[in-house]
Structures are given as C-alpha cells and as structure tokens.
Nanobody
Framework: QVQLMESGGGLVQPGGSLRLSCRAS????????MAWYRQAPGKERELVAV???????EYAAPAKGRFTISRDTARNTVYLQMNSLKPEDTAVYYC??????????????WGQGTQVIVSS
C-alpha cells in the first residue's frame, strides 16, 4: 500500500523559512510527478508547486521566487523549501503524487497534510 508521509510544518515568523518533506513509501513502479498543494481556512485547495519527471518544475504565482520544489528520485521524496514566508502562506500543506503502484493502475495519492502557520 502506497503512503505519502509529510514532515516539516510548524510555526514560523513572517520572513522566516521552512522546509517541508514528503516521502512516498510502498510498492511503487513509477512516479510521474510529485507536488505540493495547500488549503487555507475557508478556501479551496490550491497548487503550490509541482516537480515532473525529467526535472521540470512549475510554480503557482504566490510561490514564484520564494519557494523551491525539488525531488530526490532515489528516495521517492519531494521537498518544498519556503523562504520569505508571509502570513497568507498559513495553510495545511498537502503532498501529492501521480504514480503507479506495483500491480495497480496509475492513480493520485495524497498525504495527510502538515500545518504551516506564519505569525508573529
């Protein structure tokens, strides 16, 4: 059974930094992409950044210039380095993977979420 396990959330002051990590575990045949989404209270879940096989990355407008997504393909892990954090970055951050588990069809997988609070 495939699981995505996030870590690295917490409380940080405005202007600070956090690094989120997410590792996919289980019998995985191929990971097509891994991404970070976030959901703030009362808002829809939104894409933050995506890392696609082959090294391509894409960012939502609020993340450009401040956040960096990276993948360690050997460890099935994706990171999100968040710098210059703002109070509006406060949200639950979810890891996402588009992958094919062994013996199964390609599918979407989500982590349980990690809380990020940016406040003084």
């Amino acid at each position: 059974q495939v699981q995505l396990m996030e870590s690295g959330g917490g409380l940080v002051q405005p202007g600070g930094s956090l690094r989120l990590s997410c590792r996919a575990s289980g019998s995985i045949s191929v990971i097509n992409s891994m991404a970070w989404y976030r959901q703030a209270p009362g808002k829809e879940r939104e894409l933050v950044a995506v890392a696609i096989s082959g090294g391509r990355t894409e960012y939502a407008a609020p993340a450009k210039g401040r956040f960096t997504i990276s993948r360690d393909t050997a460890r099935n892990t994706v990171y999100l380095q968040m710098n210059s954090l703002k109070p509006e970055d406060t949200a639950v951050y979810y890891c996402y993977a588009d992958l094919t588990a062994a013996g199964r069809l390609r599918d979407d997988y989500w982590g349980q979420g990690t809380q990020v609070i940016v406040s003084s």
